[in-house]
DNA sequence: GTTAAAACATGACAAATATCATATATTGTT
DNA sequence: AACAATATATGATATTTGTCATGTTTTAAC
């Protein structure tokens, strides 16, 4: 198994603060999990008494509301932690994190990273910077939740996800989402969203091959009003 | 001018993990502000420098969209602190913060707050677990903008407002909103909004007097669908 | 390769919400 | 008290979005 002081993915989260010691410490007692496409990581509501590293694959954070449907909130790539908030919050999950891909993570558990977050203030303070970078991002959401179209939404969501994970050798998005899980992302229903992505193939904007979607004509997607 | 060391507000927020020594120094540089009703605190994109206590009065956070209306992200309360996120990411305001009634804050400077934020474990912590519970309401928003109606959002609204500032002698809400701030808050047209309250009113769950709205039926008000 | 299940697609219609117009009420100012 | 400014109220209508029905394509399992 790895060891987390010579893991490079560290690097890209909060754990790059933590000293030598706590790192050797940490990798004694993590657990690497395989988890694979459409796997449930943990469900809102679990303790998940502990957080996770993500080596590998990408992943949702979603809600489940009233009315049955799941509201995507964040997606988690490579490189991110998850659970720090219900971590460092003392409570059980308020989203669930379900797979996209296949996916590597390390879990840490809680009773070995809760003296570093209390104790080593670089490491807290690394941690609440994530923290108030993801505050940043749900309140800018809620902003567009409530005053842009849905079609606007879409159109921002297809850039966000060519903006972070880009394309494959085909021109196509690499992470291949389902029309459902756009409509999740969006805030609509399945069949809004699928319709606004064929009103954006009849406009030159994006094509499709099945689920894959390539984006033809970026500037005219930020153009949408 | 009063003691940080011997303010009682302080107790409401992560200020109550500095030591005794922080706060006075922290006291000696702070200054005090009268922001009456209508004023701005500070606006989006303003370099604010520092945060501010809240020692009376509510204002409101909110951000202005493409399409030339706000949306309130946030209330903010006696007690609460305002400018942390911006404080902790170093970059300009997200939202913009204006009083909702005439407010009495503490503003600290950037440069006296921020050593103990990376240096004091305790305090970096505390704000940390207020970062996350401000994260959860956040995307919990998100879930009731992209899945409720206009009306549920509404209602739910008052009863957010009933239960944080609770009724006047007279037994209307004790924090008086405009239909359009309402409209904000829930993200929608004011007509929509005031059309709602009278819909609201019609049902006997509300009652309106001027600006002013008495919760008639909490449980009603639950109710909605 | 065949086949069943799941996902995608689209039309027709219903419901929710926004917009525009206009009237009334309230509030603050002189 | 009179006035202007602002906020509230409501009707008529347009637009957006959701729902239901149904057919097609794609995917995954055998």
Known sequence: M????Q?????????KSLTKEELIRISGCKTTKT???GEIIFEEGE??????????GICKLSKLSANG????????VKGDLLGQRSLVGEESANLSAVALNDMEVCF???????NDLQQNSKFSFDVLQQMAKDLKESDDIIVNMAQK????????????????FGNNDEGFLDVIL???????????????AIRILSQLKKEGLISTSGKQIKIEDLKGLERIE
Chains 1, 2 share one sequence.
Do not use: W
Not at 7 to 15: D, G, K
Not at 108 to 114: G, Q, V, W
Not at 149 to 164: C, D, F, G, M, P
């Open 69 to 76: 449907k799941d509201q995507i909130v964040k997606l988690v």
């Open 149 to 164: 179209s849905v079609k606007q939404r879409l159109a921002e969501t297809l850039i966000y996800v060519y903006n972070h």
């Open 35 to 37: 988890i694979k496409k």
């Open 178 to 192: 389902s029309r459902e899980d756009y409509a999740n992302i969006v805030g609509t229903a399945t069949e809004s």
């Open 47 to 56: 303790n998940i008494n502990g957080i996770f590293c993500v080596k590998d």
């Open 108 to 114: 840490i558990p809680k009773h070995e990273i809760m």
């Open 7 to 15: 893991c490079i993915i560290r690097q890209f989260n909060s754990l």
């Open 2 to 5: 790895g060891k987390c002081e």
